[in-house]
């Protein structure tokens, strides 16, 4: 991503850490050594008092203050000369203890620069100075001591200023160690900052397009968890509020339509129900009339006009509710509950019911193993539809007897087929097959008790889900297949 939080925490903490270490560097460069000379007076100042102290008990040429000395020199790299009165060494740990009286006595009769003066007081003087011989720099401090002698104490100023150049040298080598190894902690903290983040826009993202199925699973209890908790219970308020909005669009849908279709639909069911009770009612009556005139006296005869009769029955039972199924899609009168399901499941749950009537006509389904499939519909309508297509491909079975379904998902929908072996439908037939109690066989058709009213009303259900659907021939059987919305 262009602005990328991730780069943004990221230049923002090495920034953080590169400038600290560069104003660690400037400090360093500009007050290090001055804090360095400020502790190194205090050690001349302690280092004075000590032999003060010595000069004033008598001890200032006994072994014991040979050792407290060499302590105090060795410790805060300092030298020491103690001269009398008379120019003789009392007490030295310089090289050229002559050459430093000497500096020492003209000091104290020429006095020193005062610019070059960093401390003064009644006791003693405390200066930078130049070594004429050696062109080192130190800081000296002398003056008399309380019994009378003179004293000199000095610190070379370069080892000052190699400490500081050492120190600084060594910050920037951990400086650089620190920007790499910050820069590595860094980016694997805002991988791991950020990571959650892109979670969720990446739920968000898909929940711009209408897919519900992501949820944030972080489980801890920062602000970003609480925030995807939020975005998990706005992605199922927004599904089923999407599934309301289905459900109303499409009952709006058919309204516009409804007032239309209403007086013709009601003038067509009339006719064809007319027109189809008018064989069944004609048997159960012939067949009634007989049996009340006595026509044939034996008992086998009159249980075959029963069975007729009760037959007839159960058919004009069975195709009322049919009727009545029909009529009610048609006339908007069932209400079309859109919904999110798996319609593999379905399919799935369905064969399984129809295992029993599958081997007794020694039927063989062919389905793939297909995970889960989440469609939109009505799913008690889509059960329906798929129940008749299955119905009617073990009605037309032939051949091999095989029933093969698909589901093939394509661009935000889904392809359900149902194939059987056997005879294709006639050309003639296939623009006619969607109309009521339309058959193709009628002899067929009323041999496995067949209405003509199946097909109907899967046509109305897909069209009250606003849903493709159709039939297609091959030389080996039949396919029919509907559409569905998968977003």
Known sequence: M??????????????????????????????????????KINALVGAYVSINEASNAGNIASDTFD???????????????VADSDSETVKTTMGDPNYVIKHLLNNIIMGVEPENVLRETDDYQMQIVTDMRTQTEYIEMWGVLDTGYLFMIRSALEGIRESVAI?????TYVGIAAIIASAFLVLWLS????????????????????????????????????LGRNIN???????????????????????????????EMRKEFLSNVTHELKTPLALI?????GLKEGINDDAESREFYCDVIVDEAARMNTMVKRLLTLNQLEFGNRPVDMERFDIAALIRNYIASAEILLRQKEVSVHMEDYGEVYVWGDEFGVEEVFMNYFTNAMNHVQGDKVIDIRIQEEEKRVRVS??????????????????????????????????????????????????????????????????????
Request: negative net charge; aromatic residues 10%.
């Open 418 to 487: 149902v194939f059987n072996t056997g005879a294709p439908i006639p050309e003639e037939s296939v623009a006619h097959i969607w109309e009521k109690f339309y058959k193709v066989d009628k002899a067929r058709t009323r041999e496995y008790g067949g209405s003509g009213i199946g097909l109907s009303i899967v046509k109305a259900i897909m069209e009250s889900m606003n849903q493709e659907y159709g039939v297609i021939n091959y030389d080996n059987g039949v396919e029919f297949w509907f559409m569905l919305d998968t977003a």
């Open 67 to 81: 050792i407290e000395l060499q302590k105090i020199c060795g410790k805060y790299n300092i030298n020491v000369l």
């Open 191 to 226: 991988k791991r900052i950020t990571k959650p983040i892109l979670e969720l826009a990446d739920i968000s993202e898909r929940m711009k397009h209408l897919d519900f199925n992501a949820k944030y699973t972080g489980n801890d209890k920062t602000e970003i968890a609480v």
């Open 2 to 39: 262009k602005y990328s939080l991730k780069r943004h925490f990221a230049v923002i903490l090495i920034s953080l850490v590169v400038g600290t270490i560069l104003m660690c560097l400037l400090l360093n460069s500009t007050l290090l050594e001055r804090y360095y000379i400020d502790k």
């Open 167 to 171: 120190s600084n040298r060594f910050l």
């Open 233 to 263: 219970e706005l992605s199922e308020t927004l599904e089923e509020t999407i599934s309301e909005l289905k459900s109303a669009n499409n009952e709006l849908l058919k309204d516009i339509e409804k007032k239309e279709q209403i007086d």
């Open 285 to 289: 009556q012939g067949y009634a009339e």
